[in-house]
């Protein structure tokens, strides 16, 4: 080795990856130990590295070609003594002016004037924040600020850092021009046991930190309303039956989408008659419910429900009013096990196409039935309808968009009467209306 150039000697220092090895290296000879140092591209700090600042300016003075830090203290405790702090941070951004890639993890003594001196790190390309306390990163984020206007970073990951929310990162501002990888992640531990109602819209959930786990906790629920949300499984309606049994409001609003089932991946609304068989079992108390399935073609099995897994929740809970749109599996067998329901108060169905006069005749048989709407069905006629009413001693008849009912069956249907020939919905042009208030 005496021989050999310090240039040589280097390359192969360079292939060394083991941290081990290159610190028997470097206890060889004084020259070795130089050469080793002037070639450590990559350091990992600790919890077993006390006193933490003495070790930090130790390292920066060795090891001052450094390109990539990993400082991690997971697993760390009081009796391993002071972790990095702000001026650690500090001194190792004065030092390595190299510094192109840092992961901070598990770090607590660490806050916003801290991360504010890798504004220094010119060539930093690379942020790992994961697992910064709350109490530590208190809100200014002018760190943020810095490094998005002044620096170079490609890659910044944020994982469950308990106050940098998607709202700070907006200060990120010109940052965002110039970065390549981003990946945020958010544990969000709620305490919500005392929630009566929630609803959420157009949102996306991840399994084991989102939905599900809300829903495994919100014991006192008794109204939910979950719209179009990306991600939606049956494993979430599953915990939702399991904890909250006290749920009597339910409205869910579908649209279909590639989901992975026994079958393959397949185009349908994500929950299944699993969802319905579980809100059965464990939901006794469900009293209003909204089902809609929108945007699913009649021609392809587009929803996931089945026929038999709608009657199955009609039958087992003591629904009271009751809202079916897009529903283009339900039939005139259907409506026999709407028509049997004790407690059924008000109904709405909206473009059910496979109800047809015989089906709606079955409705005159449904004991409590007060309220009924229909929009946009075209399998039934005056018949079907005129059966109904004829039977019924009807609060209010809604009837929009169904083009085989005429004004004339829904006159003096009902106390409140409320006829348009085309959904209103669709604006057409050619409306013909008739609304009606009779004592």
Not at 100 to 126: E, H, R
Request: hydrophobic share 40%; proline share 3%.
């Amino acid at each position: 080795m005496e021989g050999l150039p310090d240039a040589l000697i280097g390359e192969i220092v360079k292939r060394i990856d083991s941290t081990s090895d290159l610190s028997s290296l470097s206890l060889v000879s004084k020259r070795l130990y130089k050469i080793e140092a002037e070639h450590r591209h990559s350091i990992r700090i600790g919890r077993n590295l006390p006193p933490a600042t003495d070790a930090i300016i130790s390292l920066c003075s060795r090891f001052h070609n450094l390109l990539k830090v990993d400082i991690n203290y997971s697993g760390w405790t009081q009796g391993h003594g002071n972790q990095l702090d702000n001026h650690g941070l500090h001194i190792l951004s004065s030092y390595c002016l190299s510094l192109s890639d840092i992961t901070l993890s598990f770090c607590s003594y660490i806050d916003d004037i801290g991360l504010g001196y890798l504004a220094f790190c010119k060539k930093l390309m690379t942020l790992r924040l994961k697992l910064c306390k709350k109490n530590n990163i208190n809100g200014t984020f002018e760190w943020l600020k810095y490094l998005g206007s002044d620096g170079a970073l490609e890659e910044l990951v944020v994982k469950n850092c308990e106050q940098i929310s998607q709202f700070s990162l907006l200060l990120f501002g010109p940052g965002w021009m110039k970065l390549q990888k981003f990946v945020f992640e958010y544990c969000y531990e709620f305490c919500c046991e005392s929630l009566k109602e929630l609803s959420l819209r157009r949102i996306v959930t991840v399994e084991e930190i989102g939905l599900r786990s809300l829903l495994g906790k919100c014991k006192s629920l008794e109204k939910l309303c979950l719209h179009f949300i990306l991600g939606l499984t049956d494993s979430d309606m599953i915990t939702l039956a399991q904890n909250c049994s006290n749920l009597r409001s339910i409205s869910l609003q579908l649209e279909p989408l590639f989901c992975e089932g026994p079958e393959g991946r397949v185009f349908r609304t994500p929950l299944t008659d699993e969802s319905l068989k579980a809100l059965a079992l464990g939901c006794r108390m469900l009293q209003v419910v909204e089902l809609t399935m929108f945007a699913c073609e009649p021609a392809y099995p587009e929803i996931g429900f089945s026929q038999e897994g709608l009657v199955i929740l009609f039958q087992s809970c003591p629904i009271r009013d009751l809202v079916l749109c897009g529903a283009n599996i339900f039939d005139d067998e259907g409506m026999k096990a709407l028509s049997s329901a004790q407690f059924l108060q008000t109904l709405e169905l909206m473009d059910c196409i496979h109800i047809t006069d015989a089906g709606m005749r079955l409705l005159a048989d449904s004991p409590s039935l007060v309220n009924l709407t229909l929009r946009q069905c075209n399998g039934f006629s005056d018949v079907g309808v005129g059966a109904v009413v004829c039977a019924r001693k009807l609060d209010s008849l809604v009837v929009e968009g169904c083009g085989r009912v005429s004004r004339k069956a829904v006159l003096g249907a009902a106390k409140s009467v409320r006829y348009e020939r085309d959904y209103p919905g669709y604006g057409h042009l050619r409306r013909s209306s008739l609304s009606i208030l009779q004592d």
